[in-house]
């Protein structure tokens, strides 16, 4: 074979390999057709201002409300019977300075906090709640990490969010509270060409939600209907990219860096996992620049709740009230609770159990 043969069939074997990665590396994927569910709702004491976030144990949901003193409010499962509150704003012993709502998480019994400069660990001392609780750890955020989101922990001694004030090429940062080494990991994706790296942060800013059993987190971003799940390393294990969203022909013709970004056009609001499929709340909103430092959000869209499987597959489709705030699933994907803001003393509850989760969906 002579040296040209040998060269073509040298490119073309590249070119076949590197579409092949391609293919594996991202998939995408047509969400199916609507579902149907059965929605109730119990009422609640006491009244709910602005919830921001709800999350679910086995045993009992919290729900976050930024707008009150009193900033947790906690309920059983599954009865949603009220067991009390806990934590305050302020600065004295057991009270909070500016939480992160993004921080916030369970690992099993013990409750993650995250606030402007520490990570908290705690447990509750009773079923009695009503502010009983102890701190089991207090770790505090390196200075260099300061304004900390999205965190979570990869081990007992290390801990990973983003520093939105931290130029870096990688998209999570992670410290390490025994040696007190910090690295960053997880390469950005580059749906936005030419994105200059001191932006890269606001641009490909996302979601994120470990799962429960420790073993991988998914993150889906707001300027892109993008979904990726990658393991403790920081290694892409399946990467979505979602097709055929109502809103998507208007968020492509603003797919502009500039566009997309200043005019606040976003996809998706929330993240929530359990062990077995991953929650992603649907909220399409545009923008509009008020002055220099003010945007105001409008929705302009359906918004529903769609349902992954761990592959990255979407398997369920619902259309969500348009007041729907925040929302969790059970644990074991009974149900789904979610919070309105035209109803703050209720909690609505979808029951998920007669919905097929198809797995064998194709990919477009």
């Known amino acids: ?60 949901l919290i729900i976050i409300d930024l707008n ?35 921080g916030i998480r369970f690992y099993n019994e013990t409750l993650q906090i995250v606030d402007l400069r520490n990570i908290y660990l705690i447990t509750f001392t009773s079923s009695s709640i009503s502010n009983n609780y102890t701190i089991k750890e207090r770790i505090p955020i390196p200075g260099e990490l300061l304004t900390f989101n999205h965190v979570f922990r990869l081990d007992t001694n290390k801990f990973c969010g983003v520093c939105l004030l931290r ?35 606001s641009i490909y800013s996302f979601l994120l939600d470990i799962k429960p059993d420790l073993s991988q987190f998914a993150l889906n971003y707001t300027y892109s209907p993008l979904l990726r799940i990658c393991n403790l390393k920081g290694e892409i294990i399946h990467e979505t990219f979602i097709k055929g969203l ?29 062990n077995k499929f991953i929650y992603l709340f649907y909220y399409p909103q545009g923008g509009v620049r008020i002055n220099e430092h003010r945007y105001e959000n409008y929705s302009i869209g359906q918004k529903e709740l769609h349902i992954f499987n761990w592959q990255g597959k979407p398997l369920v489709r619902i259309k969500l009230d348009k007041s729907t705030l925040s929302f969790v699933p059970s644990c074991d994907d009974r149900y789904l609770y979610y919070t309105s803001e035209k109803s703050p003393n209720k909690i609505f509850i979808l029951n998920l159990t007669n919905i097929s989760k198809d797995e064998t969906y194709n990919e477009r």
Not at 25 to 53: C, G, N, R, W
Not at 71 to 90: A, E, I
């Open 167 to 201: 130029a870096s090429q990688e998209s999570l940062d992670c410290f390490n509270r025994s040696t007190k080494e910090i690295i960053s990991f997880l390469d950005y994706p580059d749906f936005i060409k030419d994105t200059p790296e001191n932006e890269k942060r």
């Open 68 to 102: 009150t003193d009193t900033l947790f409010r906690v309920f059983s499962q599954p009865d949603l019977t009220y067991l009390g509150w806990f934590g305050k704003k302020g600065r004295g012993p057991n009270e909070f300075v500016n939480i992160d709502p993004s």
């Open 1 to 60: 074979m002579n040296f040209t043969k040998y060269l073509i069939l040298l490119i073309f074997g590249s070119l076949a390999l590197l579409i092949s990665c391609n293919e594996n590396h991202q998939k995408q994927f047509f969400l199916p057709a609507y579902s149907k569910t059965d929605m109730d709702s119990i009422t609640i004491e006491p009244t709910l201002l602005l919830p921001v976030k709800m999350l679910a144990n086995d045993s009992v």
């Open 246 to 274: 109502p809103e998507q022909i208007l968020f492509q013709n603003l797919g502009k860096r500039t566009n997309n970004l200043l005019n606040g056009i976003t996809y998706y609001k929330d993240i929530k996992t359990t």
